[in-house]
């Protein structure tokens, strides 16, 4: 058994880490403060081709895959969160739908400047009233001559108040079948196309500096093309991808996790009480070493669904268990090293009080935690072993 990351992965890890300790890290609490996005520096990744790693090459991407994007993920989630999840959401929820259910056209007009990085992406699915309830939606997509009329709330959207968002792919409900269940399809909004308003920037605990929108649609009229995939299916193809979204956003714990037990170790091994350092304490170094073993159970939970993935392997259940375990494990990092800091912890101007006002939304966001327990459960239920 070879645990070993991939030359290539290692060396696309390293690319990431220069440019987050470039690009990144030395603006990230500035970026906060300012609740701004960077999309400048999301601009400078699109030219380092980092923007469509998941994106074959035939449509601007790199296609390198789960493995090398988490190794990616670990490099840019250490250095700021809101940007890592900003980059995260364009690189797999906003991307994946097109490049997986697209046509051809459809993906060279908007699956193309999504992963050269020219533009930023965004994915609506929840609503006011839905978000872990997926099929609870309400927006609608009705036939209007040689188009569609779409009608609705999206709520905590990524990415498309940005001066770089190209558009929307969203979830809408178009028909009702015989039994009387929902139909649904998924559709490409442009942006600035008529009807659809994007929301003031919602004010957030934590992701400061990413752009989190309500999106109003009113009467909102797009031609037949943007229909993507097929009509009645969109609720399938949107949990298709949502196994890789869920791999992303644990990939997205393992860097918090990881980086508040680096600052932790860092803090206790420079701070002094009663005479000698804090690492030097019994209770301290209790503390880290939970920490360390929890960080690496994460990484082996995280990289076994990302291989699963990568080797056409199913891989739903593993990615449930790594959302879940990972974002839970980053949460109690995050608090440990908060409380490793002490009060230098509780003040803004510390690097782990942003990760730790962060870190909930992990739990949150990609499906709840309580939603991964329900999916793992029926797994194991079904089959009786993972």
């Given at each position: 058994m070879d645990l070993d990351l991939p030359a290539e992965a290692i060396e696309l890890q390293k690319l990431c880490r220069d440019f987050a300790e470039k690009e990144i890290e030395p603006h990230a609490e500035s970026w906060s403060e300012?609740?701004?996005?960077?999309?400048?520096?999301?601009?400078?990744?699109?030219?380092?081709?980092?923007?469509?790693?998941?994106?074959?090459?035939?449509?601007g991407g790199t296609g390198v895959g789960y493995v090398a994007y988490v190794a990616a993920m670990e490099a840019i989630g250490a250095a700021d969160q809101s940007f890592a999840a900003a980059w995260n959401a364009h690189s797999t929820i906003a991307s994946l739908p097109l490049a997986a259910f697209g046509t051809d056209e459809q993906k060279r007009k908007w699956l193309t400047p999504l992963a050269k990085g020219t533009h930023i992406g965004a994915f609506g699915l929840t609503e006011p009233t839905a978000g872990s309830d997926a099929a609870g939606i309400r927006t609608t997509a009705r036939p209007d001559g040689d188009g569609w009329v779409v009608n609705g709330t999206?709520?905590?959207?990524?990415?498309?108040?940005?001066?770089?968002?190209?558009?929307?792919?969203?979830?809408?409900?178009?028909?009702?079948?015989?039994?009387?269940?929902?139909?649904?399809?998924?559709?490409?909004?442009?942006?600035?196309?008529?009807g659809y308003t994007v929301g003031n920037s919602l004010k957030k605990i934590g992701w400061h500096a990413m752009d989190t929108r309500e999106l109003i649609f009113d009467n909102c009229w797009i031609p037949a093309e943007n229909l993507i995939g097929e009509e009645g299916n969109g609720l399938r193809q949107f949990l298709d991808v949502l196994d890789g979204g869920r791999i992303s956003v644990a990939a997205l714990a393992l860097s918090l996790a990881q980086q508040a037990l680096d600052l932790a170790a860092e803090h206790a091994s420079q701070r002094e009480q009663f005479g000698k350092r804090l690492s030097a304490f019994q209770a301290v170094q209790h503390k880290l070493a939970d920490m360390a073993t929890e960080v690496e159970a994460a990484r082996g939970l995280v990289y076994r669904a990302a291989w699963l993935a990568d080797n056409g392997r199913p891989f739903g259940q593993a990615a449930a268990m790594a959302k879940l375990y990972a974002s839970e494990v980053a949460n109690r990092a995050a608090s440990a090293s908060v409380q490793i800091h002490g009060g230098y912890g509780y003040i803004r101007e510390s690097k782990i009080s942003r990760f730790y006002a962060d870190a909930k939304i992990l739990e949150i966001g990609e499906g709840t935690n309580e939603i991964q327990r329900t999916v793992i459960a029926r797994q194991v239920l079904r089959s009786g072993r993972v």
């Open positions: 300012q609740e701004r996005f960077p999309c400048e520096v999301f601009l400078k990744m699109g030219a380092l081709d980092l923007t469509g790693l998941l994106i074959p090459e035939e449509y999206k709520m905590f959207i990524t990415n498309p108040g940005t001066d770089i968002s190209l558009g929307v792919t969203i979830l809408a409900v178009t028909d009702t079948n015989d039994d009387g269940t929902k139909r649904f399809g998924t559709f490409y909004i442009p942006t600035g196309t008529p």
